[in-house]
């Protein structure tokens, strides 16, 4: 027993020694590259969408149907504001991947500094708005009024603590951005488990309900941002974190706005699109309120595959391009997408034939396993459509160039879809399927578009360093 236990104390307290842990991905073989950053970005992934999984899975079993279907409805607001962020820091991530790639180690070094900052002062006007604009956008939602209090509780305690998750993502996108993926899946398993057995505390000894399952969150995810600001600080290459270090460097800050913002603006509208998307779902009443939230769980799980597929490619056409080495990037733009496509096929397939099984576990309600199961079994085959355009959008990003994949997805998830939706609403009156179709509508046209795009843009000229 001590023997076990000193050798699992070595493992964790090498994971914050100032041992260099980065990948230089424009050498060695792509393939072995890719999967072997994408792999613990996939778990980790998996991890992290146990935070709201676990939320919903909690409330749906042990407090009531509204409360499940308050946290699972509330998704659109969250993503809208995270989603703005998240853009930003990609930027962050695409600086540091080329500038890395360049062998550029005090540029990557200002890029780090300026992007703590910068993650500083938004989480703090972020956790203002984000309360302030609650109940506005649950209003907009058109939020059934049982579950509207649940929502506002839910929405208020998140945003409240909002910070946490911001400075692990842009932690952990620094981590990725020089090709270390693993440390930062750690992080994510240390507080996924946290968080599961926080709302399991909160909920079942102490009746918080939905307050419970909203602050067990939060304490986990502030945990996680601890444990990759620790690593940052402790780190022995061009990404450690220090306290006199930690100002804006202008130039730096333009670069990641350059990079960023396109892709802030598209993930913040497409986000604010899903709000009145969620509306068209909310008038068919709190079952299919609760089947859209069970289908909703498993859509983020099938696009896991492709989105840390999208990762891999977005770093490693960062660092290849930082170095010049312009066909490399190509070719592992195009090995990503095919082991993307690949995976995404395997998952589809037990999810379509199991679908009442999986409905079931969020919410046993006949109704709601009835909805989701239709919603699963008629919509899963379209998510192969989806690996085009996640993963040459993540290329495109790490080339640079956030400003067609925004100009894209706008088009095809806000524009068209509201349209779309707008139309089938009044053709299809009271067809629930008819207003669902219009994700894989929206997906169908994304791919088509950014495919044509990527296949005739060209990367080398949106190199962000200098030569």
């Known amino acids: ?22 990948v230089d991905m424009t050498e060695g073989s792509i393939i072995r590259h890719l999967i072997t950053f994408a792999i613990p970005l996939l778990v980790g992934n998996l991890f992290q969408q146990l935070y709201n999984t676990v939320d919903t899975w909690v409330v749906g079993n042990y407090v009531s149907d509204a409360a499940f279907a308050a946290v699972g409805s509330v998704g659109p607001i969250i993503n809208m504001l995270i989603g703005f962020f998240l853009g930003f820091s990609s930027g962050a991530g695409v600086v540091i991947s080329q500038y890395y790639g360049a062998k550029q180690h005090e540029k990557v070094s200002q890029t780090v500094h300026t992007a703590i900052v910068m993650t500083v002062v938004l989480g703090v006007v972020f956790t203002f708005v984000g309360i302030a604009i609650t109940p506005f956008m649950l209003t907009a939602m058109q939020t059934d009024p049982a579950v509207l209090p649940e929502s506002t509780t839910y929405l208020r305690v998140y945003f409240s603590g909002i910070l946490g998750l911001m400075l692990y993502n842009i932690g952990s996108g620094i981590l990725r951005a020089v090709g270390d993926s693993q440390r930062p899946f750690y992080f994510l398993v240390v507080s996924a488990v946290m968080n599961t057995v926080l709302d399991l505390v909160f909920v079942l000894v102490f009746d918080m309900g939905v307050e419970g399952v909203a602050l067990a969150t939060i304490i986990a995810q502030a ?14 290459s061009c990404i450690r974190l220090t306290l006199h270090g930690l100002r804006l460097h202008w130039d730096m800050l333009g670069k990641i706005v350059r990079v960023g913002f396109p892709a802030a603006l598209q993930m913040t509208i497409t986000a604010f699109s899903n709000v009145f998307v969620q509306s068209y779902i909310n008038v068919f009443g709190q079952s299919y309120m609760s089947g859209w939230t069970a289908y909703s769980k498993v859509d983020q799980l099938l696009f896991l595959p492709m989105q840390s597929l999208a990762l891999a490619s977005t770093t490693f056409v960062g660092q290849n391009l930082g170095k010049g080495q312009v066909e490399r990037a190509r070719k592992g733009a195009d090995i990503s997408l095919g082991i993307a496509a690949a995976s995404t096929a395997v998952l589809m397939v037990p999810i379509m034939i199991f679908a009442p099984g999986v409905v079931a576990f969020f919410n046993g309600e006949p ?26 959008s993540g290329a495109l990003r790490g080339a640079g160039n956030s400003r067609a994949p925004m100009v894209i997805m706008l088009c ?6 509201q349209v779309y939706l707008f139309a089938a609403s009044r053709i299809f009156v009271g067809n629930f399927l008819a207003i669902a179709y219009g994700y894989p509508a929206g997906w169908l046209l994304c791919s088509a578009a950014t495919f044509i795009y990527y296949k005739r843009a060209k990367l080398s000229k949106t190199r962000l360093v200098e030569d």
């Open 1 to 22: 027993m001590t023997t076990t236990k000193t050798s699992f104390m070595t493992r964790l307290r090498s994971l914050f020694l100032r041992r260099k842990q980065d």
């Open 223 to 236: 945990t996680s941002a601890v444990l990759v600001l620790i690593t940052l600080a402790r780190a022995d």
């Open 367 to 392: 109704a709601v396993i009835e909805i989701g199961t239709m919603l699963l079994r008629c919509i899963t085959p379209f998510y192969m459509l989806c690996s085009v355009n996640q993963v040459y």
């Open 412 to 417: 095809s998830f806000v524009a068209f879809r």
